[in-house]
C-alpha cells in the first residue's frame, strides 16, 4: 500500500434511524471536509455544537459499544460508521448527530456505505499517513487477543477468529479479508450485528434494546437467527471483522500490516491501537536521541 491521497465526500449525505439502547430518533448527516481534518463528529444537538475527534485518546468505556468524549458531549456506538468511512477510505469528514447514539439501521454498515457513496468520494491534494507495523504488538490473553504483525505484501489485512463451541447455530467461524473498498464492500459491510437470544432478553430486563425487533439484527436460538436469514454462512465473523476495522481506524491514518483477532471485542482492539501508537513513539523517541 503506498502513500495515496486524501479523501473526502462531495457532497452531504444523511442516514436516518433509532439507537439500539437509547431507542431514540437520530439523523445522521455526513458533510465533506478539508484535507488533514480527519473525521470529527459534530453534536449539533448541543449549544453551541461540541466537536469530538474520532481518534483513540478520545475513547472511552461504555460495554458493548465503541465510544468517544470531547467535554461533556459523547457519541457512542460509532464503530460501523467508522469502518463505512475506512473501509471505502474516506479520510476527512464530519459526521454530524444529534444524538448520543449512532442509528443501528439494519445492524451492519450498508446503509452508511450506501449514503456515503451516494455522496461521491474525491481525492485531495495532501497525502493520507501510514503507519506500518514493523515488529509483534499483541494484547489480551490466552483466550482473547488481538495482535498486529508486519505485513508480507505491504497490505493491510485482517483474519478474525470467534468461538461459540462446536455445535450450535454459531459455532466457530474464521475469514481472513485484505481490506480494500471493493473487498470491504462485498465481504464486510452487509455483515449485522448478532446477539444470542438470553442476552437480548436480559438487555430488554435492563430497559434496553426495547425498540429492537428480531428483523433490526440477528437474534440467535439454538435453531439460528429468530425471524431473520443470513446474508453470508459466516456471516457473524464478516460483522466481528466489520468491528476489528471501525475500531483499528481510530488510529488515525492508514495501517500497513497483518491484523489477527481472537475473540476479541471492542476494548481489546482499542487496546491494540494504543499499543501500536506507542511503538511508533518508541520508534520516534529513539531515533531523535540516536
Known sequence: MSFRQQRTISRTARVPGFGYWSGRDVLVEFRPALENTGIVFVRFDLDPPQ???ALVQNRIEIPLRTSLQGGEATVEMIEHIMAALAG???DNCEVWVNSPEMPGCDGSAQPFVAALESAGIESQPALRERLV???LVRVGDDQCWVEA???ENDEFSIQCRIDYGPSGPIGRQTISVTVTPDTFRSQLASARTFILKEEAEWLRSQGLGTRVTYRDLL???ND???DNALRFTDECVRHKTLDVVGDLALVGCDLVGHFVAQCSGHRLNAELVGGLLAEVQTVSSMRQTA
Open 149 to 151: 504483525r508486519p505485513s
Open 51 to 53: 466537536r469530538i475527534a
Open 133 to 135: 507495523v514493523n515488529g
Open 88 to 90: 471505502l477510505r474516506i
Open 219 to 221: 437474534v440467535f436460538d
Open 224 to 226: 439460528g437467527p429468530i
